[in-house]
């Protein structure tokens, strides 16, 4: 039992029982435990007795596929080889087909029944996917991506997954039409504002007839006009408050249909929303997107908030309308997750934005001292220009420092010429400070960032593969758990059968439009996709290396054999070496069982004198041993 595979074949094909020892182990387990996985690979993949081995249970282990995905993820990847059975024909044969047996991913109807009545519960139903699940949670990538997973998965997604994911993603598309239209319309139907009446002998002078962009261009200009130093030497530092805007907004039908299919969309997965608020508790906090989601449909009922008040709208409404473009648009994105050709790439952006997003935490540190010592040398120019307002505020010099970080500078116009007319009040400072930065940030901090974003990019495929996967399955466990049981029963399969060289029937306009675009999560046409990301160099040096480690094996027992043998010949034909002592001689019992065995194989050893000294030999030691 001891890593012994032979031993254990032997026994499972002799008939032998499967029981419990005094720890409540079986043989499974004792083989998980004290990690073995010959003998638990022996177990698992025996021709026979495999159904028997893997529905064991104990304390220990109540299921097998879990404990082996946990423990041993070699050897459930032998047990998924096996589950993939072939034709006996030959491959390019019209008959030739391949096998899939979903057998050790889920329980059979049979099985289901069976438990139902020992529960006494008939409304039992297994956890939805948790084998697939338990892949995820324990990051075995190359589980997920074994073809037998991958066909699982596919009957999944033609069984129901497709249909759901792609009516989800149509209702989005609604909700995106409606809010892009809603956002041209604010736009466009809007008028300025008039407060109190008006006469037509003041109203062309007054600033009533001007919109808030028109005041905006007006005062623009006027400071433009004075140079920037509109207030004075003292407070050239100062800035603008922009006018508040008030504009009516043309209530017209395809605003008003906008707006209440935005306020249905929002409606219904506001309800989704606290559903999975109650189901997960304080994990619902833990997701980013649902924090993207919620501060989507909070801008979005403030843009559409002026359909309520008359028309009115103000600068909170067009803030809320950019927030909800962008967000809206921004949230498709994260929808193409799920698909398989541009998953791929939507997940690696998501992976080098969270990378990006650390490493700038920790080097903010040099974007503030920057920021605040710019601060500090430009802010007190004399005459100020259009390059030096943008360090006149603290909050104003850190963007503009993160902006020259990437590459905008504007040497001549913030330095060079304030230098030259004698404005650039600490030029020595100014110019040091420039150096540093210039070799900090644009040198060594972009090509930083640029080698953490590209230079690890394998693994940052690989992990967003797994993301890719994890998703899929946490998608399919979600929709199970709501799928009623009965529907389940009806489009859930045992094993799935695949006739490859068959000419394919035509595909449905669906289907055609996945594979051409999306490219189906587990179409064969793709090549690029798991096979790409997951090559087998891996699993290729392990087999390499167990069949060295076997020939090894091999070539010790050999030499062993080979070594008793030529010490027996030489013992026989009495050679005597240097390391041979009289006092050292061989055991009584290795003396009779070597002596029994040459006279069977060799009768020129059985000849009288051989048998003399024999038993003068045997004597001897005997009388030593008294």
Excluded at 270 to 298: C, D, G, M
Aim: hydrophobic share 45%; proline share 4%; aromatic share 10%.
């Amino acid at each position: 039992m001891e890593n012994k595979p032979n031993a254990v074949v032997l026994l499972l094909s002799l008939g032998c029982k499967l029981l419990h020892n005094y720890m409540d182990m079986n043989a499974i387990d004792y083989a998980i435990y004290y990690k073995y996985p010959e003998a638990a690979l022996a177990m698992a993949t025996h021709d026979e007795r495999t159904v028997e081995v893997m529905a064991l249970k104990s304390d220990k282990h109540p299921c097998v596929t879990l404990a082996l995905i946990a423990s041993m993820p070699r050897v459930f990847e032998a047990v998924q080889d096996n589950c993939i059975t072939k034709a006996n024909c030959k491959k390019d044969s019209k008959s030739f087909y391949i096998k899939y047996s979903f057998s050790a991913y889920q329980k059979s109807q049979e099985a289901i029944a069976e438990m139902r009545k020992t529960l006494n519960d008939p409304k039992w139903r297994p956890p939805p996917l948790h084998v697939v699940n338990a892949m995820v949670a324990h990051g075995r990538v190359e589980l997920l991506a074994h073809p037998l997973s991958q066909k699982y998965l596919q009957m999944k997604w033609n069984s129901y997954g497709k249909y759901f994911h792609l009516a989800n993603l149509l209702f989005y598309s609604v909700f995106l039409f409606f809010v892009t239209l809603f956002t041209s319309q604010l736009m466009r139907s809007v008028v300025p504002a008039r407060h109190g009446p008006t006469n037509d002998t003041h109203g062309a002078s007054g600033l009533g007839d001007y919109g808030g962009q028109q005041v905006l261009a007006l005062r623009s200009t006027l400071v433009r006009a004075k140079g920037y130093g509109f207030a004075g030497l003292q407070n050239s530092t100062g800035a603008i408050a922009p006018p508040p805007i008030e504009e009516q907004m043309d209530i017209t039908t395809t605003t008003l249909v906008s707006g209440i299919g935005i306020i249905l969309y929002i409606v219904v997965n506001a309800l989704r929303e606290l559903v999975q608020v109650y189901q997960q508790k304080w994990h619902y906090l833990l997701e980013p997107n649902n924090f993207i989601s919620w501060i989507l449909y909070t801008s979005a009922l403030i843009m559409i908030w002026p359909m309520f008040s008359s028309g009115m709208c103000f600068s909170i409404n067009y803030s809320a309308a950019s927030i909800t473009v962008f967000l809206s648009w921004f949230n498709l994105l994260l929808f193409l997750q799920r698909f398989d050709q541009i998953g791929i790439y939507v997940v690696m952006f998501l992976e080098i934005l969270q990378t990006l997003i650390k490493v700038l935490i920790v080097f903010s540190i040099l974007i503030i001292a920057f920021g605040l010592a710019f601060y500090i040398l430009l802010s007190k120019i004399n005459e100020p220009q259009v390059n030096h307002l943008s360090f006149s505020s603290i909050p104003m010099s850190l963007v503009r420092t993160f902006s020259m970080m990437l590459g905008e500078m504007d040497f001549v116009g913030t330095y060079v010429q304030p230098f030259h007319v004698g404005d650039l009040p600490f030029p020595l400072p100014s110019f040091v400070i420039l150096c540093l930065f210039m070799i900090l940030m644009p040198i060594l901090l972009m090509n930083l960032l640029i080698g953490l974003a590209v230079g690890d990019i394998e693994s940052v495929r690989r992990n967003a593969q797994l993301k890719r996967l994890a998703m899929q399955v946490v998608l399919h466990t979600e929709l199970e758990r709501k799928l009623p049981q009965m529907w389940l029963e009806m489009v859930d399969k045992m094993e799935l059968i695949e006739y490859p060289n068959e000419k394919k029937c035509k595909l449905g306009f669906l289907d055609s439009v996945l594979r051409k675009w999306f490219c189906n999560p587990f179409t064969d046409d793709y090549k690029g996709g798991i096979d790409y990301v997951l090559e087998n160099t891996e699993d290729y040096v392990a087999v390499e290396l167990e069949k060295q480690k076997r020939k090894l094996r091999d070539i010790s027992g050999a030499l062993d054999a080979q070594h008793q043998l030529l010490r027996l010949i030489v013992q026989k034909m009495e050679i005597k070496t240097e390391a041979d002592d009289v006092d050292e001689g061989v055991p009584t019992s290795d003396l009779k069982g070597q002596g029994g065995m040459l006279t069977s194989r060799a009768s020129r050893w059985s000849s009288p004198r051989i048998r003399k000294k024999l038993g003068a030999t045997l004597s001897f030691n005997k009388s030593i041993g008294k």
